[in-house]
């Protein structure tokens, strides 16, 4: 079954430090893909999106991500996090098979001072 | 409106009472989602719409959920005898189109939380 794979459950890193969240998915053609972020008490927020082309995707918020097919990853970047960032993070993988959206667990990122 | 909105923002309900949890999408906006997202679980697809038709319900974790969309709009998800363990985030999401067709980014609202005593 398809799936996404978000390794750490909580990162924590200093304000101004530079950022990688991780997400490996399963799939077996070109896949759509997602970031969303999560602030405490809100929705869901698009952070960035790839469909196809350039494999270096630029997003809100300073952040970007990258699609390698050869290791199965999209993973999230930010050269340099604010506080603001600490938030809830979701990876997601449109399903190959119907017209679901396969969610990961999410990463929660914490901001230290 | 401008965004998706969820009515109750919070809703607290004694065991074995019945609960409706509303979602109004972006108007044009021909699919909706639904979901549950636990502590720590991530979310849990429901069910969706494309229109008023749910071509998939197997995500619905019991026969005490359903689900209705009514002119292609406004969606009710209901939970009959409600149960501690369905206390959770109900979250739903809108979208230009389904999910398989492609380019298709959701809109969420910013969810219902549900307390069940």
């Known amino acids: 079954a398809q799936s996404v794979t978000q390794p750490d459950i909580h990162i924590t890193v200093s304000e101004g430090a530079s950022l990688e969240l991780r997400c490996n998915y399963s799939?077996?053609?070109?896949?759509?893909l997602f970031w969303y972020v999560q602030s405490p008490g809100q929705g869901l927020q698009l952070l960035l999106k790839y469909f196809s082309g350039d494999t270096l995707v630029q997003g809100i918020k300073g952040f970007e991500a990258e699609f390698k097919r050869s290791q199965s990853s999209f993973n999230l970047r930010k050269p340099s996090v604010h506080w603001s960032d600490a938030a809830e993070y979701f990876c997601a993988v449109v399903s190959n098979r119907d017209d679901k959206i396969i969610f990961g667990k999410g990463t929660r990122l914490h901001i230290l001072p | 409106g401008a965004g998706v909105s969820q009515s109750p923002s919070n809703k607290v309900t004694e065991k074995g009472k019945d609960v409706e949890l509303r979602c109004d999408p972006i108007?044009?906006?021909?699919?909706l989602y639904w979901y549950r997202q636990s502590l720590g679980q991530g979310l849990e697809f429901l069910i969706y719409f494309q229109g008023n038709s749910a071509p998939d319900k197997s995500g619905l974790p019991s026969d005490r959920f359903s689900a209705e969309r009514t002119g292609g709009s406004v969606s009710t998800l209901t939970i009959q005898r409600t149960q501690q363990e369905d206390s959770a985030v109900y979250l739903c999401a809108s979208s230009q189109r389904l999910a398989g067709a492609g380019k298709a980014e959701q809109f969420f609202g910013p969810g219902t939380r549900l307390t069940v005593l």
């Open positions: 108007s044009g906006h021909t699919a």
């Open positions: 799939y077996g053609a070109t896949p759509y």
